[in-house]
Structure formats: C-alpha cells, structure tokens
C-alpha cells in the first residue's frame, strides 16, 4: 500500500499498517519527515524546531504513537503551567492533593492575575461543563456557536475572558474565541482540566522535532516497506474512472492496493480529479476548511536570562516563553550549565495581526515583552534572532467546521484519507494527526476484511468524577487507574518524577500506560 504524506497523520497510518502486515511504501515531498510538526537546519547551521510543539497528558494516541516508535523518553512531561502578567504577578495551575475535579482549586484560588469576580464567573462556567459532561445543551445548536458567544451567556467577566479563557483556547486552538466553534473549547476544558487529574500536564520535546521520527522509517522499512523522502505526488492515475495509481516527477508512476492521503486539504483538493469529488459529496467541502497562522520567534540571548522551562505571559502579543536551553539539557531536565547562552522560542497562535508585519518589526515587539517579562534579559545581548511565520498552520476550529471533514474512509474504492483536518472530532493537533492516521489504518483494515483496532481510549476519568459518572468500581479495578486515584487522593509523586527547578517537576512517560500492541 501506499502513503502519501510523511507528517504525523501519514506516519501514524504507516508505521500501524506496516506493524500489521502490509508493505509500506511511504511518498514525502521534503527532504524529512515530520511534516507541520518537524525541525531543519537554518542556513547558518542552527537546528530549530518549524514551531515549539507540546502534547498534553489527554493525548493517549500521540503518547501511543511516540511509544511505538521509541520516542516516548525524547519528551518530557512537567505538572506545573506559569503564568506572568505584565505588572509581574505570578499564577501557576498544578495538581494539588484533592482529586479530580477539584485537583487544580488550591492553584486557581491563588491564582494573582485573576479577581475574585473574576475566578467565581469562572467556576459557574466549569460547573456548567461539569454538570454536563462536556456536552452543554447549546453546543448542539444548528451551524453551532461561537466559544465567545457561549462565554457571554455565561456571564463571564472582560478579565476572565481576556487572561484565562482566551489564554488557554488560543493556544489550544490556535483561533480567536469569537471564530471558535464553542464544542472545541469546551472539550479542552472537560478532557484536559476537568475529567481526570493528569489531563494537563504538558508534555515538551527534549529533542529537535525531526529526531522523534527516525523510528518511523526503520519500523517501516525493518517490515520490508520504504520511505522515500523528495518525492512529491503529483497527481493521481484514473483507469476507468477508477484510481489507479499515483504520479510522481519524471513520469514516474506507482501503483498499489490501496492508498492512503496524509496531505494537508489543500494539496488534496489538487490532486483530487473532479469526477472523484463529484462523486463522493464529502470530498467537494475540502476548500470551505480556512486555516489559522502560527508565529514563532527565535531568540539566541548571549547569556541565561530566564530559570523556567517555559512561561505564559498574559495581555501580550507573546504568548509563550519555552526556554530551549533547559528543555534540551541533559536527561535529567537540567539545563547545560556549560553553555553560556540562551536560546527561547517564542510563540504567537492565531497571529493574523502579524502575517503583513515585517520581520524586525516582530523582533523589536516581541524583545520589548520578553525584557519586561524577565528582568535577566534587560542587561542581555541579542545575539540572533530569527521568525518564521505559518500562514496556514492549523485549520481554523470555526463553528460548524465538522461538518467539512471527510471520514477516512471515502465511497473511493481503494482511496483513504488522513490528517488532522479530517474528522477526528479533535481539532488540528498532534494528537488530532494521529488519530486520523489510526483511524485510516482501521478502515484500510476493516476493508480488508482484516479489521484491527488501533485508536486508544481517553484517559479515563479519576478522582469524584470516576465516582460521579458511575464508573468507579469498573475503574479501579484497572491497576492503572487505581494507581493514578490513590495518587491524587493522598497527594504523591508519581515514580520517575524528577526536581528541574525548586518548582518544576518533570517525569518520562511511564511505560506500559494504556498501551495496546496491534492485535493484541
Ligand atoms: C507553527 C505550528 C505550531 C503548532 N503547535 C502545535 C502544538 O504545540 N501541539 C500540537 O498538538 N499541534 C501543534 N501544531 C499542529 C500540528 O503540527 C499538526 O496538527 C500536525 O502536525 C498535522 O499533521 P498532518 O500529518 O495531519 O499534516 P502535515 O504535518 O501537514 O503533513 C502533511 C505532509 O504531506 C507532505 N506533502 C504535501 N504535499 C505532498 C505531495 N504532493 N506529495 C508528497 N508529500 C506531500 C508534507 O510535506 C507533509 O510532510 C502546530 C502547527 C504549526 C504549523
């Protein structure tokens, strides 16, 4: 079978069809793999990541997929999230001693950027996403709800819409509250603060990007399969009205049994002849999907200016401080004290305002914020400095934007989707990616007449929402979930957790989590 597209959609289905049996032969048009989600070398020889990337503790696939492919002890996961405001007060969220969902109450109530107005406005909000599980009645409206619009309704007040809800959305999301479809929003909330007390916890490559995926090629080329990376598609072979095959540069064609496309929509609706999407209604919506900007700057300062892994500023253009120097220390978490310098890459979600902006002008705003935000950095030369904008980084979670994602599985004989606009029912992440790609691989399968399954579960829900939902004798009959209950009850350390900073804790993924071989 074939793969085209070697981003984490396309690697996800490959390495799972490889694993199950198929022969693999995996099409990527640039010379690495990883697609949106990827590191290169700069002309001037500096590594850098296309954007800092981070996963969260909900994200059972990607952790899943980074496992499969030996690369669960390249990220580090940390229990605490800072937060800075420009007049210098500090907030952090971190699990305290009482279980879900109040594990994060002792943080929030001590949380400084936020009144007392303005936490009881939010608390009504998450009440409401409690009671409902996630599934507040006004998600279901026709052609849905904006998540600003589902805010207002719940009389959430300017500040805690400003310095907490779009906060946290932004970067989860990657689009303003007002062109988020509220289903979005409210799932960060259920699946990452609310249901289970690890939901949050942020996990950050210790590596650069591109090194997560060198167990990809080997896995699929170690089952007789190959990768073959410069190798761009360039259109699709019809026999009949049938696919056929697929074309590359130089008049090469390949053919297989079945193929699955792990592009992003655009490259798809392309390549996708008009008879195919005359034929399957899904697959003539692919260019109503609008996308969103990412923005990541680049500092190299001559000397440490921050102690932090990584910090969220509040009222800013920056969002994010990931401090790379210590994220790429040694493996214990500790930053290389050898190194005289710092490199931080800042990041800017949904920074529309910035696409027409000249680059210096973007360094000379986002320096001015990272000088006020740490005070180190005042004194501190600016070696370099680079910025690399993505205008089309995710698609944008508008309201009603479900409705435009094909299945995997097209009406195509033989053809089969992947990536993370397809329907996942996540929005465009890692995590989203992977799922799609399981998920072609599942229907690949099921087509097959060979059906395996590869998605895993959500993290199951602990503390009183386990009791709540009912589910609490099912549950802790799992050693899993009894391990990570009595955690949260009586406030321990989890094994393998290690101190990075006098507040930071960081832990390697643990082995054996959730994981399902195939087949078994
Ligand atoms: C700046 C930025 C920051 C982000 N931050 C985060 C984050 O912190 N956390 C998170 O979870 N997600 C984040 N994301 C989103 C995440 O990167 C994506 O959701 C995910 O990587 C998408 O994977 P994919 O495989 O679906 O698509 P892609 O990564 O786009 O993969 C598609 C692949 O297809 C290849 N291709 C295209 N056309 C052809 C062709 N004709 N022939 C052969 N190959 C082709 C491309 O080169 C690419 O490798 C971020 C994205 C960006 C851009």
């Given at each position: 079978?074939?793969?085209?597209?070697?981003?984490l959609?396309?690697?996800?289905?490959?390495?799972?069809?490889?694993?199950?049996?198929?022969?693999?032969?995996?099409?990527?048009?640039?010379?690495?793999?990883g697609g949106r989600a990827t590191s290169?070398?700069?002309?001037?020889?500096?590594?850098v990541d296309n954007c800092q990337h981070v996963t969260l503790g909900c994200c059972t696939n990607l952790e899943?997929f980074y496992?499969?492919?030996?690369a669960a002890?390249k990220i580090k996961f940390f229990d605490r999230l800072l937060f800075?405001?420009?007049?210098?007060?500090?907030?952090?969220m971190q699990?305290?001693?009482?279980?879900?969902?109040?594990?994060?109450?002792?943080?929030?109530?001590?949380?400084?950027?936020?009144?007392?107005?303005?936490?009881?406005?939010?608390?009504?909000?998450?009440?409401?996403?409690?009671?409902?599980?996630?599934?507040?009645?006004?998600?279901?409206?026709?052609?849905?709800?904006?998540?600003?619009?589902?805010?207002?309704?719940?009389?959430?007040?300017?500040?805690?819409?400003?310095?907490?809800?779009?906060v946290v959305l932004v970067s989860a999301l990657d689009?303003?509250?007002?062109?988020?479809?509220?289903?979005?929003?409210?799932?960060v909330?259920?699946k990452v603060f609310?249901?289970?007390?690890t939901g949050y916890r942020m996990g950050v490559p210790a590596v650069p990007l591109a090194n997560l995926?060198?167990?990809?090629?080997?896995?699929?080329?170690?089952?007789?399969?190959?990768?073959?990376?410069?190798?761009?598609?360039?259109?699709?072979?019809?026999?009949?009205?049938?696919?056929?095959?697929?074309?590359?540069?130089?008049?090469?064609?390949?053919?297989?049994?079945?193929?699955?496309?792990?592009?992003?929509?655009?490259?798809?609706?392309?390549?996708?002849?008009?008879?195919?999407?005359?034929?399957?209604?899904?697959?003539?919506?692919?260019?109503?999907?609008?996308?969103?900007?990412i923005t990541g700057v680049h500092?190299?300062?001559?000397?440490?200016?921050?102690?932090e892994p990584f910090v969220t500023l509040?009222?800013?253009?920056t969002q994010w401080i990931f401090n790379k120097?210590a994220l790429y220390?040694?493996?214990?978490g500790?930053?290389?004290?050898?190194?005289?310098?710092?490199?931080l890459q800042l990041v800017i979600s949904a920074?529309?305002?910035?696409?027409?902006?000249?680059?210096?002008?973007?360094?000379?705003?986002?320096?001015?914020?990272?000088?006020?935000?740490?005070?180190?950095?005042?004194?501190?030369?600016?070696?370099?400095?680079?910025?690399i904008?993505e205008?089309?980084a995710t698609?944008?979670?508008?309201?009603?934007?479900?409705?435009?994602?094909?299945?995997?599985?097209?009406?195509?004989?033989?053809?089969?989707?992947?990536?993370d606009?397809?329907?996942?029912?996540w929005p465009a992440t890692m995590e989203g990616a992977v799922?799609?790609?399981?998920?072609?691989?599942?229907?690949?399968?099921?087509?097959?007449?060979?059906?395996?399954?590869?998605?895993?579960?959500?993290l199951?829900?602990?503390?009183?929402?386990?009791?709540?939902?009912?589910?609490?004798?099912?549950?802790?009959?799992?050693?899993?979930?009894?391990?990570?209950?009595?955690?949260?009850?009586?406030?321990?350390?989890?094994?393998?957790?290690?101190?990075l900073?006098?507040?930071t804790y960081v832990r390697e993924p643990?082995?054996?989590?959730?994981?399902?071989?195939?087949?078994?």
């Amino acid at each position: 079978m074939i793969v085209i597209g070697g981003g984490l959609a396309g690697l996800a289905a490959g390495v799972a069809l490889a694993e199950s049996g198929w022969r693999v032969r995996l099409f990527e048009q640039r010379p690495f793999l990883g697609g949106r989600a990827t590191s290169y070398v700069l002309p001037d020889g500096e590594h850098v990541d296309n954007c800092q990337h981070v996963t969260l503790g909900c994200c059972t696939n990607l952790e899943d997929f980074y496992r499969r492919i030996g690369a669960a002890g390249k990220i580090k996961f940390f229990d605490r999230l800072l937060f800075l405001d420009p007049q210098g007060r500090r907030g952090k969220m971190q699990a305290g001693f009482l279980p879900a969902p109040f594990h994060l109450t002792g943080s929030f109530a001590a949380f400084a950027p936020l009144s007392l107005l303005d936490k009881l406005s939010i608390a009504r909000a998450m009440l409401d996403i409690l009671q409902t599980q996630g599934n507040p009645a006004d998600l279901q409206e026709k052609g849905g709800i904006s998540m600003l619009e589902w805010l207002r309704r719940r009389g959430q007040t300017k500040r805690a819409i400003e310095r907490f809800w779009r906060v946290v959305l932004v970067s989860a999301l990657d689009e303003e509250l007002d062109r988020t479809d509220a289903r979005f929003g409210v799932d960060v909330f259920w699946k990452v603060f609310l249901s289970n007390s690890t939901g949050y916890r942020m996990g950050v490559p210790a590596v650069p990007l591109a090194n997560l995926y060198d167990g990809c090629k080997s896995e699929i080329e170690r089952r007789g399969g190959e990768v073959v990376l410069r190798a761009p598609v360039r259109g699709l072979k019809m026999e009949s009205g049938e696919l056929a095959g697929i074309r590359l540069d130089e008049g090469r064609e390949e053919t297989a049994d079945a193929y699955v496309f792990a592009v992003p929509h655009a490259v798809l609706a392309e390549l996708l002849p008009q008879s195919m999407k005359q034929s399957d209604p899904a697959l003539s919506n692919l260019e109503k999907i609008k996308v969103a900007p990412i923005t990541g700057v680049h500092f190299w300062f001559d000397r440490p200016v921050m102690k932090e892994p990584f910090v969220t500023l509040l009222d800013t253009t920056t969002q994010w401080i990931f401090n790379k120097t210590a994220l790429y220390g040694d493996s214990n978490g500790q930053a290389n004290t050898a190194l005289t310098g710092q490199y931080l890459q800042l990041v800017i979600s949904a920074s529309y305002d910035l696409l027409q902006k000249p680059r210096q002008e973007i360094i000379d705003l986002c320096l001015e914020e990272v000088r006020k935000a740490l005070p180190a950095a005042r004194n501190a030369e600016l070696v370099k400095a680079t910025v690399i904008k993505e205008a089309a980084a995710t698609f944008s979670p508008e309201p009603g934007v479900d409705r435009w994602r094909p299945r995997q599985q097209t009406s195509i004989p033989r053809l089969f989707l992947a990536g993370d606009w397809t329907d996942t029912g996540w929005p465009a992440t890692m995590e989203g990616a992977v799922r799609s790609g399981y998920l072609a691989a599942e229907a690949l399968l099921r087509s097959d007449g060979t059906p395996l399954k590869f998605l895993q579960p959500d993290l199951p829900p602990d503390g009183f929402i386990a009791m709540w939902l009912g589910k609490h004798t099912a549950l802790v009959d799992s050693p899993d979930v009894r391990r990570q209950s009595t955690r949260a009850l009586i406030g321990l350390r989890k094994n393998g957790e290690k101190s990075l900073d006098s507040e930071t804790y960081v832990r390697e993924p643990r082995k054996g989590d959730r994981l399902r071989r195939f087949g078994s």
